[in-house]
């Protein structure tokens, strides 16, 4: 079975800037979640889709910030215009229930 | 608010046990989580407790009390392999099923 998978895996951008992650969750999970973790601090909620709806975005931080599913399969995450403190490491996570998330490996956001 | 408190660091002996507290204060709670993450690598899942009581899954065990709001991941005999950062998690609303993390404990296994 695939696991999560994340491109790119590193990406190194310049202030106002715009990037976009992408995320393949493991095929048949519903439910699909986008986390980031700044140097050193915890792992934090971003979104969760349920198939291609919103289920929660309260932890989105602003509106440069745009995610979507497509179809119910691959997310993006947009960042546009990206700022210094949007740098960090951004993980998806998928699952079929709540219990059991399984993370893909990440990909680390530099902003210059 | 929500928060999550355990260790920042912890070390031990190769063979050892080692356990890994966690307390968290929530509006509501349906369930505490364990993930492992090495350096550069991705949270892996290790447990969850919905449940009062211990969970065993191999060498790790996971522990839950509710009325304490209290948690403990237990690692048994040791690995060189098991250095790596532990978090907790908890699952704290209804409907919806992202996690909240605590900071991490930082496992260091020495031979």
């Known amino acids: 079975e695939a696991g999560v998978t994340q491109f790119p895996s590193h990406s190194v951008i310049e202030k106002g800037q715009t990037v976009t992650l992408r995320c393949d969750p493991i095929s048949g999970h519903d439910n699909l979640y986008w986390y980031r973790r700044v140097m050193g601090k915890e792992i934090k909620f971003l979104l969760h889709?349920?198939?291609?709806?919103?289920?929660?975005e309260s932890g989105m931080p602003n509106n440069r910030f745009l995610a979507e599913r497509t179809g119910g399969t691959y997310s993006t995450l947009k960042v546009q215009p990206a700022e210094l403190e949007d740098s960090g490491v951004y993980f998806c996570?998928?699952?079929?229930?709540?219990?059991?998330?399984?993370f893909g490996p990440g990909t680390r956001l530099t902003v210059l | 608010g929500q928060s999550l408190e355990q260790p920042s660091e912890v070390t031990a002996v190769e063979g050892a046990i080692v356990q890994i507290n966690c307390t968290y204060q929530t509006s509501g709670f349906y369930g505490l989580s364990w993930y492992q993450q090495h350096d550069g690598g991705a949270p892996t899942f290790l447990s969850y407790n919905a449940l009062d009581g211990l969970e065993e899954t191999g060498r790790f065990s996971s522990f839950l009390s509710r009325s304490d709001s209290y948690g403990y991941l237990l690692l048994q005999e040791l690995q060189m392999k098991d250095s790596a950062s532990y978090f907790c998690a908890v699952r704290s609303q209804t409907g919806a099923n992202n996690l909240f993390f605590g900071t991490g404990t930082r496992l260091t296994v020495i031979p």
């Open positions: 889709f349920v198939k291609e709806s919103k289920q929660d």
């Open positions: 996570a998928s699952s079929q229930g709540p219990e059991k998330q399984y």
